[in-house]
């Protein structure tokens, strides 16, 4: 293929690319196998009782439809301003072009978010990216994390992570982050087999490294800061779509400053009421030895304030309560507008933001929220 040739086609790459997220989102309202050309593919089963094992793990699983690595977290400027970021890399098989040979065919899609939230602005600075993984212009590593879509990068080095989103087109921000933990991964669910509704087979293989400690430098409007964090990292895939009586979602990823965690997420049926609850609790400074799965009965979240987004009308609950156990925390945002529209890459409205936990009316922790399905269904299972 000649040069003009190969630009030609990886211009119009973005509209087949639109057409198999399409054909994705239509495969989900109707729940088939597979999508597109007649195509019936059998995605991988997550299962009960498979153990999860690193390395391995760490790296793409891409014989299931859907997979994430997303990486969230609280960092200081020079100036002592509190900011948040977010980094969000997704793997989509689409089941379209499974027997074509040609590397056109969008068998693998990456897709990227990357959020700056700011105070002192008053909302989000956003970007978002969307490839198939195909000519080294996006990818991902089995073995290892390692994914990428152009020059936007998230990868394992050593015993920590490398994030780097060098610029981003619309958004006036950059970011070079490097993480590190001495700790092992935070097994969600039963042994990492996330449930996801009372039939097993809505569950996702889900596994989460809170406590990231976090160095670098953030570029806004120009002028690179020097920064230091915490964050927390979920990696997370499955093939089974979202129960058909599910609306959306809400999650949270709370760093304690005493060194424990709290994952806690509710699924949400369409007239607003939960679904179906699910968490991870590690107490303080016990590491691994002091750690909650919290079911339904255990963990309770619910929204006590809510805010409208001017842009898109769309109410978002952005104050809670959460309990999880016997402890009671509640999540004020650091700012409300932290509304991300990814309508050009996933299809989807969101709200994603930085919170600060309390409990018994003290700041205990930091961490992210995220409120998916409040304007219509979401489709990413």
Known sequence: MNRRAFLLAMLGSQGLMRSALAEESRAAQRGSKGAGNGDSVAFAPVVPGRRLVFPDDYGAHPDFRTEWWYVTGWLRLPDGTSIGFQSTFFRVRTGIGEDNPSAFAPRQLILAHAAIADPRLGRLRHDERIARAAFDRAGFTRGRTHVWIGD??????????????????????????QFSTP??????????????????????????????????????DGRALPVTGLAWLDHEWSSELLPS?????????????????LMAFRLRRQDGGPLWHAGTLRNGNQRNSDIHILMNNDLTLTPTREWASSRTGIRYPVQWQVRAG?????????????????????GNVYWEGAVRAQETGRTVGKGYLELTGYDRRIWIG
């Open 183 to 220: 700790d092992a991964p935070l097994l969600n669910g039963t042994g990492g087999f996330s449930a996801k509704a009372p039939d097993p087979r809505h569950a996702s293989y889900y596994y989460s490294r809170p406590q990231l400690k976090v160095a670098g430098t953030v570029t806004l």
């Open 326 to 346: 016997a402890r009671t925390f509640d999540l004020a945002p650091l700012f409300d507008d932290q509304e991300l529209d990814s309508r050009r890459s996933t």
């Open 245 to 261: 009586e599910a609306q959306g979602w809400d999650w949270t990823g709370i760093n304690f400053d005493d060194g424990g965690a």
């Open 152 to 177: 936007w990068v998230f990868e394992q080095t050593g015993d920590g992570y490398h994030v780097l989103i060098p610029r981003s087109e619309s958004g006036g921000f950059a970011y070079e982050l």
